[in-house]
């Protein structure tokens, strides 16, 4: 039993620190996890909360895993850690069960998996953690209490500004699609091999005597057409199994006309920076006069500038006047905005559809800067 009981305390205490590091590296994407949840569980509310919840439970996911590993304060860690697991398991339950959070966000973007798997994966460190808590008092601080500290109060303070870092400026890691280096063109394209979605031909028909619809397939229209109780109401293709999509499967560079400019953009030979700002009225305003002058000398220099936000044309407009942006904003949806960079506004440089580099707003680059290192401007 304390094999199994030292085993388990190995593979939890490297699973959650693992999971808690990756989720830290992303902070805000993993707020945006929470969001869906909170709308899956009709709580909105809680979306005024959920960077700070996001960024505690990574904090708190990391430190019980490094005080597992150092059997520090045992019985109040694995009454946290069980805790944390059981609401957990509901969670990925309800999903799969459900089939309303299609990733649970355990592992960030460097992992994704399917909502059953996520369940059964908290299954299972469900039995690992109830072993440790069973045994919670048997277990002993390595290699000694005062050292078992240390390390966990030490792990605490590291991962609490690890995430905060990662916040204020980017992702050390960046796993996602337009990850510096990234081409968007190609992640546009489905791999060889991929699975298209599965639809079916379905027929919709309403009893005209009580007036319900019901859906007929393919094969047993005839005997409805022939009826005359059964209306004919419409034909719509049903989805039976979801195919694979590409890793970019949302990206658009929209002009108020709705017309799709992205090719065009994303073909150019030239450099083109893209100042991405999913939602402008939560965008930060005090860099608004760096980006100004940044923007005033892309175009003194021929370099293509322009804004791409979620935000609709109107209130837009009005934004622009407000601040003086005297360079053109495009639209797209507002998720893939906030996939491209975890910065509202964040810059974005490309060239031929390649992500060449991006900045978060508090390390928005001087002209000079990226001239030296990229544009070669004379």
């Known amino acids: 039993m304390k094999f199994l009981v030292n085993l ?17 590296n992303d902070p805000l994407g993993f707020s945006y996890k929470l969001d869906e949840y909170f709308t899956v569980f009709q709580m909105p509310f809680l979306s005024e909360v959920s960077l700070a919840l996001a960024m505690i439970i990574c904090i708190l996911e990391v430190g019980l895993g490094i005080a597992t590993l150092v059997g520090y304060r045992m019985v109040l860690v694995s009454w946290l850690m069980l805790l944390m697991i ?28 399917k909502p059953w798997e996520s369940f059964n994966k908290d299954l299972a460190l469900l039995v690992f953690i109830l072993l440790i808590f069973f045994r919670r008092k048997e277990i002993k601080p390595f290699p000694s209490a005062s050292v078992a500290a240390m ?32 081409n968007i063109n190609e992640g546009m394209q489905l791999p060889a091999g991929a699975v298209s979605d599965s639809v079916v031909m379905v027929f919709i028909y309403k009893d005209t005597k009580s007036g ?27 989805l039976v199994r979801e195919g694979d999509k590409a890793p970019i499967h949302d990206f658009a560079i929209r002009d108020a006309e709705d017309n799709d400019l992205a090719q065009d953009f994303l073909n150019r030979d030239d450099y083109v920076f893209m100042l991405v700002a999913y939602d402008l009225s939560k965008s930060n305003t005090q860099v608004q006069e760096t980006v100004n002058a940044f923007a005033g000398l892309c175009q003194k220099n021929d370099i293509e500038f322009f804004g791409l936000t979620s935000t609709i044309p109107a209130e837009t407009d009005k934004f622009r006047h407000e601040h003086q942006n005297m360079f053109p904003y495009y639209f797209c949806d507002g998720t893939a905005l906030k996939t ?26 001087s002209f000079e800067e990226v001239n030296m290192k990229y544009l070669k401007k004379k």
């Open 86 to 113: 059981v609401f957990f398991t509901f969670l990925t339950f309800y999903s799969a069960y459900f089939d309303v959070v299609k990733d649970c966000g355990c592992f960030g973007d460097a992992l994704k998996l």
């Open 212 to 238: 319900a619809q019901f859906e007929v397939g393919l094969d047993s229209v005839s005997w409805f057409s022939g009826d005359s109780t059964f209306q004919f109401v419409d034909r719509i293709d049903k």
């Open 340 to 365: 491209i960079i975890r910065s509202n506004p964040g810059l974005v440089l490309l060239k031929k559809g390649t992500v060449v580099d991006m900045w978060h707003y508090n390390d928005f680059p």
């Open 8 to 24: 388990s305390r190995l593979l939890v205490g490297v699973l959650f620190i693992i999971s808690g590091l990756i989720k830290a």
């Open 151 to 182: 390390v966990s109060v030490g792990g605490l303070v590291l991962t609490t500004w690890f995430t905060w870092h990662c916040y204020a400026h980017l992702p050390v890691k960046d796993f996602r699609p337009y990850a510096i280096g990234k």
